[in-house]
């Protein structure tokens, strides 16, 4: 299985590239290694996607490495997971598949010589022992989710095999996600996302978190940015090997409600909490960064404000199209 061969160029393989994330990131690692170099992948084909695509399912060891030595990837970006509030429904399955998934990945990188490798972790990797403001990079994690326990689990498992085997991996704990792009796959955070999508439609918004449930936000630019960042860092630079925070900015339901209605004032809005405010009752309400500020220079750039802005924007734009089905206006 092993293969020692000589990359002259990087060659970017991303498993899990029909995501929220991975169909932004494909495109970024597109226009950062050329199209030829980006290898995206998941369980099935993107629709109208002209690039090179290969159907993988990521618990098949075979298929990763079959891929691996056809394109002779570089760098692999292990994307691929079942999320939060999703992962609750079907706890042993959801285990199953995110470790099983991020075992082959890594077997495949160390016997493959891999260059290096992208994991995405959480702030679901913390719960109640973990301070709810600021909370450090070294916090206690005590995950309250199968989503969050598998994400702590991997990170552990990350700075084993870097430890172990030198093998340079790389992760990132995302707070909730917020982007135009893509649509939210299950997560307590989605939220954030439909909000735009009623309020641009005027639609009246139900809301699954309480109207005070403020939790750490990112918007898609800034969590593109920061992996690419990361990954460009240098290999000495890279001082946590489990998963570095990173912040946006902090808010709650009713605070986009409020940026929401300065555009659209007769913006409707009924909180009707359900299991998921209890997850997001669990996780921090703001998160400190300056490990990654430290190591590799990362900083947000946009607020509240300027996130609303675009989304608006930009959703308003895809509406246009004529379509209100969701998955059509998506890249």
Same mark, same amino acid.
């Given at each position: ?28 690692? +597109? ?282 924007? +930009? ?5 246009? +199209? ?10």
């Amino acid at each position: 299985m092993s293969q020692n061969i000589e990359y002259m160029k990087t060659v970017v393989l991303i498993i899990g590239a029909n995501g929220q994330l991975g169909s932004v990131l494909t495109e970024a690692l +597109k226009q950062k290694f050329g199209n030829s170099n980006v290898i995206a992948s998941d369980l099935r084909a993107r629709e109208g996607y002209k690039d090179t695509f290969e159907i993988i399912d990521a618990t098949d060891i075979d298929r990763i490495q079959e891929v691996v030595v056809q394109y002779k990837v570089t760098q692999i970006y292990h994307l691929a997971a079942i999320l939060s509030a999703k992962g609750e429904e079907t706890p042993l399955q959801t285990w199953d598949i995110n470790m099983k998934t991020l075992f082959n990945v890594l077997e495949v990188c160390r016997k493959n010589n891999i260059e290096k490798v992208f994991f995405p972790s959480s702030i679901a990797v913390f719960g109640e022992g973990a301070p709810l403001e600021n909370t450090p990079n070294n916090a206690y994690l005590d995950p309250a989710t199968v989503y969050g326990i598998s994400k702590a689990a991997g990170e552990n498992w990350a700075q084993y095999y870097f430890l172990r085997y030198g093998l340079d991996v790389r992760s990132i704990r995302y707070p909730g996600v917020i982007g135009y792009q893509s649509l939210p796959g299950g997560g307590t955070t989605d939220y954030a996302v439909d909000i735009y999508h009623k309020a641009v439609l005027e639609e009246k918004f139900n809301c699954f978190l309480k109207e005070d449930a403020t939790l750490p936000m990112i918007f898609m630019d800034d969590a593109i940015r920061a992996t690419l960042e990361l990954m460009d860092a240098p290999k000495e630079d890279i001082m946590t090997r489990t998963s570095y925070n990173i912040a946006g900015i902090s808010f709650s339901p009713a605070e986009v409600v409020a940026e929401i209605r300065k555009l659209y004032p007769d913006f409707e809005v009924k909180y009707d909490p359900d299991f998921r405010q209890e997850i997001a009752s669990r996780w921090p309400n703001s998160i400190d960064d300056s490990a990654a500020t430290k190591d590799w220079g990362w900083k947000p750039e946009f607020d509240l404000e300027s996130i609303t802005t675009t989304m608006i924007q +930009k959703l308003k734009a895809k509406y246009k +199209k004529g379509s209100k089905n969701l998955e059509t206006l998506m890249l």
